[in-house]
Structures are given as structure tokens and as C-alpha cells.
């Protein structure tokens, strides 16, 4: 009973392997993007009504700034931009165009990474909409507006560190002195940069920053680890190993993340790789755009106490009709394998991942097994592949003899059964739990609680 945890993960690598599975391996750590951040820069948009302008200032302009960010195609700045014609369909008006994207489920505006609008906020949205967005009254001052002052700036990057960073990862262009030039075609390009590990066996992580450089068209990056054989400095389209774990992660939004005192995240040892996946959404199609962008990290000189990596949930067993809809993939890890965990662990932060034809996500615990005490862990109600986000937990506790339920969910609208790999067009249905200390697992061997 006791090698049961182990010698499942190692029967579902096995099995994996041919598929194309990413199989578990061992690390992580969250990224501070949680649902919830606010990317609004507080610029009150010109001649606009003043509920319209508050509203466009909090929750759109913090990407949708007069040179926009993140990728996004146009400025929400003022009422000449809010009339032009929309980058992706020159027939539609901006306005228009945010009329459908707030009620866009799939795609929803703002993104899923961010809080979603309220519905007070959607009421005034579609106000503006129907009465065809109307200029500012004459004579009417924003000043006044609660909402109105300029929000101060999150500290984010290396300079806001506690610690001095040790490391970067970094876009690159064929030589890695030279930023990568993102070409004019990028509109949804998924650029993956590899290094050989630069850290010692054994070594951990303090803390991490993010470094977006060319902000106009970085959308989002992820950090994995992967133990099979890489070409240092390669720059390419990302065919991930099947072994690649999510290390860390940034999105609009998201901040530094620093280790509790007493905490280090492991880094796996020399004969490992980083592989840096950046998204990069150059929709205006720039020419001049150039990149480093990537994360710089503080490696710790001796380990601290408690060591912190990626235990995987999730299932490999997916196969969704065609036309379904609102098929569920459920699985639980149970009572009998968290039982060989030699004491609780710490759950610092949710990664979950499916692929395109996800619409839910879930993890809940039940507590001592018992499914009528179910409590969210993570719940992701609208799913956006190209806004996935790590969900960091604060008082998360997973004790031996819970069990830890996950279920993913899926529309497929083709007219052929879509199942689990590692190609976009295949699914997935993993949650990665950066948790702590690894000490209270029953083996070193890679941690994964996927059953089928
Ligand atoms: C975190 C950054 C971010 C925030 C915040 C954000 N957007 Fe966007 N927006 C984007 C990106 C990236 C795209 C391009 C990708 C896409 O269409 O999904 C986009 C696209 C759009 C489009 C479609 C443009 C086209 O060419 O079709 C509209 C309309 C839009 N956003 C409206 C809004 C509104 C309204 C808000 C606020 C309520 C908002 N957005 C908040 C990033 C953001």
C-alpha cells in the first residue's frame, strides 16, 4: 500500500509516454496573477461619459492604454477610439465591438485573468452601446468622479525584489545577447526559448520577477522544467517534452512572488532545462517590436527548511464526443493514496490547465474523503486557454486522508472525438498544486495523483 502513490504516477508516466503526455515532474510555484487583479490605470478616457470613462479607466485602459499593452489591438481612451473601426472586423465600431465582447463567454472582455465586470458595470457598458456610444455632455467635468485618481503602480519587477536576482530567463533572439525580434505576423504566436539549468542540484528558489520589456505585445509567459534532453539556446516554436511541469507564470497584472521565509521552491539539479513559452500578441502588426522579456529569480545559497515543489491532479483519461456538450472529466485522488502522505501540506497555489475546448474548471477537497463537506480549492467558471493563470491560496491545507477532487469540462463542437495530448487541438485536464514540504511525501519519486 505504501508504494501505491508512487507506482501510479510511474504507471501513468509509463503509459504516457507514448501519447505525448506531459508527465508529472517536480516543481512549481505560483504566480501572483490571481483573478481579481485589477490591470486599470486609473486615466479617466476624453470626451466620454463619465460612468463610461470610470468604468473604461478601471477595468479596460490598464491594457487598452493609448499605446495599448499586453496585446491588445486598440486604445478605449477616448471617443474617437471608441468609433474607429475594430483591428479584427473594419465593418464594426470599437464600441460596438466591447458591446459583444463583454458578453463574449468564451472570450470575454475583460479577460478571465482579471475580475469580471459587475453587472452594474455591464448595465452601463450596454447603455452606451444601445444609445450608440454618445459623446461626453458639454459641460460635464469627470473631476469628481470616486474612481478618477490615478492608481499607484504595483511593484513589480526586479528592482522591487527583497533579494538581488541570481538568474534570468530570457526572449532572445539566435544569439542570446540579442532581444528576439517578434515579427509583424505574431498575432498568436507561441514562442519557447530553452536553457540548460544553470543551478546546482539541490538548489531552491526565493523569489521571482517578472521582466516584460515590450509590453505592447507580451500577452502572457510560463516557466517549465523538463528532466528530457533540450538544445541550450534554442529558440523555435514550443513542442513541449512530455515531462514539462509549470515552474512559475505571468499575466497581465500579476506581481513578484517571494517565498515564505522558511520556504525555498526546488529547481531541479544541472542535466535539467528551462523552457520559457512566450505568447506574444502582435495584432497592429509592429515592425519595430524587439523582446526580452522573462522572469528573473533568487536562488537560495543554502536550502531553507521547508522545500516546495508541484504535486500533479488531474486525468489522462479524456476522450469527449463529437457535438458535446458540458462533458465532464473527473478525477479523484483518494483517501487511500493521500493517507501515505507522512503529514498535511501546505497548498501555496492552483495552476490548471486544459486546452481549447474547456469551458469549467474545478478542484475541491473532501475533507477525511467525505464529498458532502466538499471545499473549492479553485474554481474557474468561464475558461480562456490563451488566459490561464496561476490562483495562489492562502490557509490551504491538504491533510492525509482527504481527497482532492478534480473536473474539467468541455464543449467540442467538431464532428470528431478529441482526446487527451499534447498537440493544442488535443485536451488536457491537469491542476499543478505548488505545495510544501516535499519531506511529507512517501518517496523522491515524481508526485502525481492521476487516476483512471
Ligand atoms: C489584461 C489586458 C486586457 C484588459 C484588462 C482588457 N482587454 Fe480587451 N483585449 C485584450 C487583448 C490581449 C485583446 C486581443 C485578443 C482578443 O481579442 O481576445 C483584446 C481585445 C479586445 C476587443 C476586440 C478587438 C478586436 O479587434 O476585435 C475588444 C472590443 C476589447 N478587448 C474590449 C475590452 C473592454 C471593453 C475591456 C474592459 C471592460 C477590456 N477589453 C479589457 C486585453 C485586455
Excluded at 526586479?158 to 517578434?182: I, K, Q
Excluded at 517571494?258 to 523552457?275: K, R, S
Excluded at 477532487?405 to 487541438?425: I, K, L, M, Q
Aim: one cysteine or more; aromatic letters at 6%.
Amino acid at each position: 500500500m505504501r508504494l501505491a502513490l508512487v507506482s501510479i504516477a510511474l504507471l501513468l508516466t509509463s503509459a504516457c509516454d507514448g501519447d505525448g503526455d506531459p508527465g508529472p515532474t517536480d516543481s512549481g510555484v505560483p504566480t501572483d496573477a490571481p483573478p481579481g487583479t485589477d490591470t486599470g490605470t486609473g486615466v479617466v478616457a476624453g470626451d466620454v461619459p463619465c460612468e463610461v470613462a470610470d468604468i473604461l479607466a478601471d477595468r479596460c485602459n490598464g491594457c487598452h492604454a493609448d499605446t495599448p499593452r499586453y496585446g491588445a489591438p486598440m486604445p478605449l481612451t477616448s471617443h474617437a477610439a471608441l468609433h474607429a473601426a475594430t483591428v479584427s472586423d473594419l465593418s464594426t465600431s470599437v464600441y460596438e465591438m466591447m458591446g459583444r465582447r463583454i458578453h463574449d463567454t468564451s472570450q470575454p472582455m475583460p479577460p478571465t485573468t482579471s475580475t469580471p465586470l459587475s453587472p452594474d458595470e455591464v448595465a452601463a457598458l450596454d447603455a452606451y452601446v444601445a444609445a450608440m456610444g454618445p459623446a461626453r455632455p458639454a459641460g460635464d467635468s469627470c473631476e469628481a468622479a470616486p474612481d478618477a485618481g490615478v492608481m499607484p503602480p504595483p511593484q513589480v519587477g526586479p528592482e522591487h525584489l527583497p533579494c538581488t536576482p541570481t538568474h534570468t530567463f530570457l526572449a532572445h533572439g539566435p544569439s542570446t545577447d540579442a532581444p528576439f525580434e517578434v515579427p509583424a505576423t505574431a498575432s498568436n504566436l507561441y514562442q519557447c526559448f530553452t536553457f540548460r539549468s544553470p543551478f546546482a542540484a539541490g538548489a531552491q528558489a526565493t523569489a521571482f520577477a517578472p521582466v516584460i520589456d515590450d509590453e505592447r505585445v507580451v500577452h502572457h509567459w510560463i516557466l517549465y522544467r523538463t528532466e528530457t534532453p533540450q538544445t541550450d539556446g534554442a529558440v523555435g516554436p514550443c513542442n513541449m517534452p512530455n515531462d514539462a511541469a509549470f515552474v512559475m507564470g505571468w499575466a497581465p497584472g500579476g506581481t513578484n512572488t517571494v517565498m515564505p521565509a522558511d520556504v525555498g521552491l526546488e529547481l531541479g539539479g544541472p542535466d535539467d532545462y528551462y523552457l520559457l513559452q512566450i505568447h506574444y500578441w502582435n495584432v497592429a502588426g509592429l515592425t519595430d517590436s524587439t523582446d526580452a522579456s522573462g522572469v528573473a529569480i533568487c536562488a537560495a545559497d543554502t536550502p531553507r527548511e521547508n522545500e516546495a515543489g508541484v504535486l500533479w491532479l488531474g486525468s489522462p483519461r479524456i476522450d469527449i464526443p463529437a457535438r458535446a456538450t458540458d462533458h465532464v472529466v473527473e478525477n479523484v485522488c483518494p483517501p487511500l493514496l493521500t493517507n501515505q502522505l507522512l503529514g498535511p501540506l501546505t497548498v501555496m497555489s492552483s495552476f490548471p490547465h486544459m486546452h481549447q475546448l474547456g469551458t469549467k474548471f474545478i478542484t475541491e477537497i473532501h475533507p477525511s474523503g467525505d464529498a458532502s463537506r466538499a471545499e473549492t480549492l479553485v474554481e474557474i467558471e468561464r475558461w480562456d486557454f490563451n488566459n490561464q493563470t496561476s490562483y495562489p491560496h492562502v490557509g490551504r491545507t491538504l491533510n492525509p486522508g482527504d481527497a482532492i477532487a478534480t473536473r474539467c469540462t468541455y464543449d467540442n463542437p467538431s464532428d470528431t472525438t478529441v482526446s487527451f495530448g499534447e498537440r493544442t487541438e488535443d485536451e488536457m485536464c491537469f491542476n499543478f498544486l505548488t505545495v510544501y514540504p516535499l519531506s511529507n511525501f512517501p518517496s523522491a519519486e515524481r508526485r502525481a495523483c492521476l487516476i483512471f
